[in-house]
């Protein structure tokens, strides 16, 4: 019995060695995808010059320092920090809900968070700078989302099911309101909207990266905190009341913080499709169901997924910057049919 014991723990050792050295394989592609992200552009960068501004070489040329910490380094960070809440909140959600197709924007997040931006650029802002009329109404309305899923949730009983229903009612009534929106629009007014709905990392700055990354860094501890109880969840909501754990309340819990992530990240960005609905299932098959590991890898598989796409988004048009939410559609989609064709996803 003990013989079988310890190569039970020394099975178990290695597979938690392997998941630590595929969170430290993608970290380091993270990381090159970044440095990538701050070379490229209209005016390109020599890497080795981009590396010894980022050290602080004295050495270091003035004008590459000057466009990398003013421009690219604010876009490039948040790149990252939006990839990690999107991914992060997909895990979540699709653990909560056991629903393979769900994500941030299965609730109608995204499409909440476009119609309050929507709404302010058709209203001129109510007298605010667009700066903070965008994201404001952005997030009020994201939130205003976020409350009316989980007060149908809670009136029955925080169900999967109703939760996901909910969101999608949503979706279809502030898509609609969008396009509302759009037709009273005037085309000048018109372009920024449509603008605004496909994403983009060019409105980035210090200020807006330092809210968003607050955020998120706040938010994620919160939700590590309950990688046993959302682990057991991937068991049956079933097995898992039989456990103890208080299904209802996790739901309501996990949702607010997801809500919380995805309307900040959107707020500043617009909408960016399929990082939240494909980062997770890539990295459950490098990972598996340990939310341990699977919540850290999702947001490192988010945010090189948004990080590669904003590389993408400067060189397919040479001296054009293609809208990020574009590329990560065009990106997901391929991404997703093969997760279906290799029979992937669960289901």
């Known amino acids: 019995m003990s013989g079988a014991i310890a190569a039970a723990m020394a099975a178990h050792r290695r597979r938690e060695r392997r998941r630590l050295g595929m ?34 070489d004295p050495a270091a040329d003035e004008t590459v320092s000057i466009i990398l910490w003013s421009l690219r380094l604010p876009m490039a ?6 990839g990690v809440a999107l991914g992060v909140s997909g ?22 968070a476009g119609f309050g931006a929507a709404l302010a650029l058709q209203q001129g802002g109510w007298g605010l700078p667009p700066v903070l009329a965008v994201p404001g109404a952005a997030f009020l309305f994201t939130s205003l989302a976020c409350a009316v899923v989980l007060g149908v949730g809670r009136l029955r009983g925080m169900a999967a099911n109703t939760v996901v229903l909910a969101g999608i009612a949503l979706l279809f009534l502030f898509h609609s309101l969008q396009s509302l929106m759009q037709f009273r629009a005037t085309p000048e007014v018109g372009q920024q909207i ?13 200020q807006n990266l330092g809210i968003t990354a607050a955020v998120t860094a706040v ?24 456990l103890g754990l208080p299904v209802a309340a996790l739901r ?20 960016i499709g399929f990082i939240g609905l494909v980062a997770p299932h890539l990295a459950r098959l490098c990972i598996g169901e340990d939310q341990r590991f699977l919540l850290p890898m999702s947001g490192l598989m988010g945010a090189l997924m948004l990080s590669s796409a904003s ?37």
Not at 219 to 242: D, F, I, Q, V
């Open 23 to 56: 969170l430290g394989a993608v970290a380091l592609a993270l990381a090159l995808s970044l440095v990538l992200d701050l070379a490229s552009g209209p005016a390109l960068l020599p890497p080795v010059e981009v590396l010894r501004s980022l050290l602080g």
């Open 77 to 82: 960070l948040m790149a990252l920090t939006v």
């Open 91 to 112: 895990a979540t959600v699709q653990t909560l809900l056991d629903n393979p197709l769900a994500s941030p924007y299965t609730l109608g997040l995204a499409a909440a």
């Open 194 to 206: 449509v603008f605004w709905l496909l994403g983009s990392l060019d409105r980035a700055t210090w």
């Open 219 to 242: 938010s994620l501890p919160l939700l590590m905190r309950h990688c046993w109880a959302l682990t057991a969840l991937r068991l049956g909501e079933a097995r898992a009341r039989a």
């Open 252 to 271: 309501l819990g996990a949702v607010l913080l997801v809500s919380l992530m995805t309307a900040t990240a959107i707020a500043f960005v617009g909408t």
């Open 311 to 347: 590389v993408l988004s400067k060189v397919i048009l040479p001296g054009a910057l293609v809208p990020v939410g574009v590329v990560t559609a065009v990106l997901g989609v391929p991404f997703f049919f093969w997760l279906i064709l290799a029979r992937r996803l669960p289901g």
